[in-house]
Nanobody, 123 residues
Framework: QVQLVESGGGLAQPGGSLKLSCAAS????????LRWHRQPPGKERELVAS????????????IYGDSVKGRFTISRDNAQNTVYLQMNSLKPEDTAVYYC????????????WGQGTQVTVSS
């Protein structure tokens, strides 16, 4: 059974930082691409960041949404089956429920989501 469990959300002030974690179980973690999505209140879910299964030194294996480029950093620890999202210079518009996703296309693959963690940026 696949499980993705996010943690690290909470309340931050504008300009502050938070680090989200997503621990995975039930999958061959290193073979999955990992993504962070978010859904602001009253809006559609959007892609925040993505990191591929291949070594991240390969070009285009890490991508960011335009609104978070230069502020957020996605990383993965295959030994710990965990993906992270370091969020710096937070803005009120970053307020959303953040979801992690594990994706592997083709035979034997899958597409799984975590339950989400709330991030609120407010003074």
């Amino acid at each position: 059974q696949v499980q993705l469990v996010e943690s690290g959300g909470g309340l931050a002030q504008p300009g502050g930082s938070l680090k989200l974690s997503c621990a995975a179980s039930g999958i061959a973690f290193s073979t999955y691409a990992l993504r962070w999505h978010r859904q602001p209140p009253g809006k559609e879910r959007e892609l925040v960041a993505s990191i591929g299964a291949l070594p991240t030194s390969v070009p285009n294996m890490i991508i960011y949404g335009d609104s978070v480029k230069g502020r957020f950093t996605i990383s993965r620890d295959n030994a710990q089956n965990t993906v992270y999202l370091q969020m710096n210079s937070l803005k009120p518009e970053d307020t959303a429920v953040y979801y992690c996703r594990a994706l592997k296309r083709g035979s034997g693959g899958g597409d799984s989501w975590g339950q989400g963690t709330q991030v609120t940026v407010s003074s």
